[in-house]
Nanobody, 127 residues
Framework: QLQLVESGGGLVQPGGSLRLSCAASGFTLDYYAIGWFRQAPGKEREGVSCISVSGGFINYADSVKGRFTIARDNAKNTIYLQMNSLKPEDTGVYYC????????????????????WGQGTQVTVSS
């Protein structure tokens, strides 16, 4: 059974850091592009970051550039999102997702392109 399970969310003060993990089971991540998305209360889901199959192409939303880092560890079948200098506007439910693709060197932060999703993990940035 194909499954993505996020962890690492929680409550953090502004300026703090969190590292989200997304463990895949039932399949190998080697052949999937990966994305992180978030949804704040009352807002639409938005793309945060993505990484290509090869790992050589990475993209970030402008709002998180310079603060967030996406990484994939195919050996551990796990995806990471390191989040630093967190702001209250980063609050939301964070989801990892994978996309079946034969394009190794690109990724896109368009949610409708992704095939499998995790259940989400809550991140709250507040003092």
């Amino acid at each position: 059974q194909l499954q993505l399970v996020e962890s690492g969310g929680g409550l953090v003060q502004p300026g703090g850091s969190l590292r989200l993990s997304c463990a895949a089971s039932g399949f190998t991540l080697d052949y999937y592009a990966i994305g992180w998305f978030r949804q704040a209360p009352g807002k639409e889901r938005e793309g945060v970051s993505c990484i290509s199959v090869s790992g050589g192409f990475i993209n970030y939303a402008d709002s998180v550039k310079g603060r967030f880092t996406i990484a994939r560890d195919n050996a551990k079948n796990t995806i990471y999102l390191q989040m630093n200098s967190l702001k209250p506007e980063d609050t939301g439910v964070y989801y990892c997702a994978v996309m079946v693709t034969n394009i190794q060197t690109l990724c896109r932060m368009t949610g409708s392109l992704y095939d499998y999703w995790g259940q989400g993990t809550q991140v709250t940035v507040s003092s």
